[in-house]
């Protein structure tokens, strides 16, 4: 992650709250956690004992929860929840967790799911939110997808407030990742404005893993583990045939995160290339070069691609999508297409295979790990609605859970850094070229 040591000050990390928090809480625990109780932002001994001897207080996010007294009266809650943006395994894991911490542990017995995202808190759309039960939520933990539906694109925030005060909604979960995230923001601003008690708490969901502040977001071990696969089909046609190239491109639009662990996790590839580390194509040190080399030197090779690397060798602007994220052009067309008139012009006899499984993975059901951060995700964010947390984020740092203010989530894309441990590993496991780019 791309990130100076202290970003931000304590200040930032202050999370907003709708008032004093009055309601003895109905949950039994041995131990609640306070307000006052906090997470380091950095572990580096010598940089935080620097700042208390300057007398500066090292900087912390507020730990996640449950709060011994809390802001809403259970028995008044009515809470909603909406899954918004692209597919991501664990879903229908995160609405299950949310359902039954509100059911079993704070007596919530009206939890409403908001269909097609954000979609459905517009009545215009035409989808009424429905009732989610215990019944309704038994089983859906075993399938991909989400049982609600999900969809890009934002909504008039003064709309979806009337959707939410209509029906008398005072907690809103919203699971989704950059976008979404800013939907949220929104949402937090116009009941500001309305000055109403409507809590926001966002669950942050991308397979790419690049949500700013976040250790690693749900779904991403997932993804890593079924792009594996792909990979080892990719290695088994590449090295079926003379000169076998095995091209795999995966999830990641800003941040190479999936594309990198998975190299690491399976050992044959050969390449990978991410949006955080440029390249040329042709020329002497370009990439045509260092892939023709390897197979002259092992007669087969693996190139694991991230769907957003290499955007500058497309040579038109493809305009936005819903979620108003730039589109991007097919990189692993283009290889495909690049590699085999290079390899045709020098003569080498070759075979390529081109594997994108990006909708197969997406959609597949959380693998267990995945399934118990789902689990603790959905679990935290009750907490910190029913403690009248809003316009916060619950998310994993230093290996603990804590509360992130979502404008602090959205400032910025979480990355790989190009000099740091993650790329080193990389670079040392697939020995492919520090840089591959022509320096003039």
């Known amino acids: 992650m791309t990130t100076s040591a202290e970003p931000f000050s304590p200040m930032d990390t202050a999370i907003q709250t709708l008032g004093p928090c009055t309601v003895t809480s109905p949950a039994r625990y041995q131990r609640f956690i306070g307000d006052e109780e906090r ?4 572990l580096d001994a010598s940089r935080v004992a620097r700042a208390c001897s300057e007398g500066r207080a090292p900087v912390g996010f507020e730990r996640a929860g449950p709060r011994q007294k809390i802001f809403f009266e259970p028995a008044e809650v009515t809470a909603a929840i909406a899954t918004c943006g692209g597919l991501c395994p664990g879903l229908n894991d995160v609405i299950r967790a949310v359902v039954h ?12 799911g908001v269909r097609y995202g954000y979609a459905g808190l517009n009545p215009d759309e035409g989808w009424p939110l429905m009732e989610l039960t215990l019944d309704a ?10 049982v609600l539906g999900s969809s890009r694109g934002p909504q008039d925030p003064k709309v979806m407030v009337d959707t939410l005060e209509k029906n008398k909604v005072n907690i809103l979960m919203v699971v989704g990742g950059d976008g979404t995230l800013k939907g949220a923001q929104a949402i937090c601003q116009e009941v500001a404005r309305r000055r109403r008690s409507i809590a926001v708490v966002g669950v942050p969901k991308t397979i790419d893993n690049d949500i700013n502040l976040v250790s690693r977001s749900f779904g991403f071990e997932t993804a890593v583990a079924a792009s594996v696969e792909a990979i080892r089909c990719a290695h088994a046609e590449a090295e079926g045939a003379q000169n076998g190239v095995g091209i795999v491109k995966l999830m990641g639009r800003e941040s190479g995160f999936v594309a990198a662990s998975a190299a690491l996790a399976q050992k044959d590839v050969n390449f990978v290339l991410i ?5 040329d194509l042709d020329g002497p040190h370009g990439f045509l070069a260092a892939l023709e080399a390897r197979l002259r030197r092992r007669g087969h090779a693996v190139v694991v691609v991230a769907e957003g690397a290499g955007q500058n060798h497309f040579d038109r602007d493809l305009g936005k999508d819903a979620s108003g994220n730039q589109k991007l052009g097919d990189i692993g067309q283009l290889l495909r297409d690049r590699i085999g008139a290079h390899l045709k012009a020098m003569k080498l006899p070759h075979s390529i295979k081109y594997i994108d499984p990006s909708y197969i993975i997406r959609s597949v059901p959380a693998i267990p ?8 995700l959905g679990q935290h964010a009750v907490h910190a609605g029913m403690a009248g947390k809003t316009n916060v984020m619950v998310g994993s740092w230093n290996n603990l859970f804590v509360h992130i203010p979502i404008p602090e989530a959205v400032r910025q894309r979480k990355h790989v850094d190009p000099n740091g441990g993650l790329w080193l590993s990389v670079l040392e496991s697939t020995g492919q070229p520090e840089r591959m780019v022509n320096t003039p």
């Open 101 to 112: 911490e509100f059911y079993y542990v704070y007596g919530v017995r009206k939890v409403l």
């Open 137 to 146: 939520v038994r089983t859906i933990h075993q399938d991909g997808g989400t």
């Open 39 to 42: 997470v380091l932002f950095d």
């Open 369 to 376: 790990s995945d399934c118990i951060f789902c689990g603790f």
């Open 275 to 279: 949006p955080e580390v440029p390249f």
